[in-house]
């Protein structure tokens, strides 16, 4: 208190302070000491905490693998959708995939076979078309030679008179 009569907060915030620190050194006497717990009371409580898990763990271990192997049985049953059920429909279902690929391969290799035979007979069509274009060629060139060559020949011209009663033949005479 200053000497209005008034209180400064911080000046009684340092003397609780002081008398904090005060309490502590003379050993836990005053009004910030906390009282330690009794250590016994805190091993008969983890006593009896233990006992309890144990007690606990030993009915897991009965009860655990009886629920382990029921749990197994269902998931492997084949009844209501179990494993075994859903193993028989995934390898039904492969089963059919495994046929629609054979049957899709088979169409594939039929529609190849079909196009190579086209093309063979594509093929065939136009090797006999070239033959016989190489045959009238041929034919043509023979004719062109032919003509070719008359063309160069001589020209002789006869001219053909026609008999008069009135002149008398070359052998008359």
Do not use: C, K, W
Not at 34 to 56: C, F, I, K, W, Y
């Amino acid at each position: 208190m200053d000497a209005n009569g008034t209180s400064d907060p911080l000046d009684d915030a340092q003397e609780s302070a002081r008398e904090r620190i005060r309490g502590l050194r003379e050993g836990g006497v005053g009004a910030a000491a906390t009282p330690e717990p009794d250590l016994r009371s805190v091993l008969s409580r983890a006593e009896q905490n233990v006992g309890a898990m144990h007690d606990a763990a030993r009915e897991l271990a009965a009860l655990l693998p009886t629920r382990v192997e029921a749990a197994v049985a269902r998931a492997l049953s084949a009844d209501e959708g179990g494993l075994g059920r859903r193993l028989d429909e995934v390898r039904g279902d492969l089963l059919q995939t495994s046929a629609a690929v054979e049957r899709i391969e088979r169409d594939l290799v039929a529609e190849r076979l079909g196009r190579v035979e086209d093309l063979e007979v594509l093929v065939d069509l136009l090797s006999a078309g070239l033959a016989a274009l190489r045959a009238q060629m041929s034919g043509l060139a023979v004719r062109v030679d032919a003509l070719a060559s008359q063309i160069e020949a001589p020209l002789q011209v006869t001219v053909a008179r026609a008999n008069s009663p009135q002149r008398p033949g070359p052998a008359a005479g």
